[in-house]
Nanobody, 121 residues
């Protein structure tokens, strides 16, 4: 069992930066790939980025490539998402998830409650 708690969301102007964090409970954190997904109002949840259990592999949605960076610290049971050059279209609730290294939400077993990111123009 893994419990995930996101933090770091907020309101930022376009072009600004935010850093999201996800704290995980449970000793099995390091065995899971971690992903970030987001859901904007009226839209389906979409993949943002993922990192393998050891941190050696990462993947990004084309819409965030070059702007967002995912990282993890298995010693601290945390995964972070550094978001730079934010755009209004990045506005969404961001979810942290633990599961199998994938860009599909169905491959993630555990989910956080989400944190709101709002980018003003």
């Amino acid at each position: 069992q893994v419990q995930l708690v996101e933090s770091g969301g907020g309101l930022v102007q376009a072009g600004g930066s935010l850093r999201l964090s996800c704290a995980a409970s449970g000793r099995t954190f390091s065995t899971f790939a971690m992903g970030w997904f987001r859901q904007a109002p009226g839209k389906e949840r979409e993949f943002v980025t993922a990192i393998s259990w050891g941190g050696g592999s990462t993947r990004y949605a084309d819409s965030v490539k070059g702007r967002f960076t995912i990282s993890r610290d298995n010693g601290k049971n945390t995964v972070s998402l550094q978001m730079n050059s934010l755009k209004p279209e990045d506005t969404a609730v961001y979810y942290c998830a633990a599961g199998t290294y994938s860009s599909s939400s169905i491959d993630y077993r555990y989910w956080g409650q989400g944190t709101q990111v709002t980018v003003s123009s």
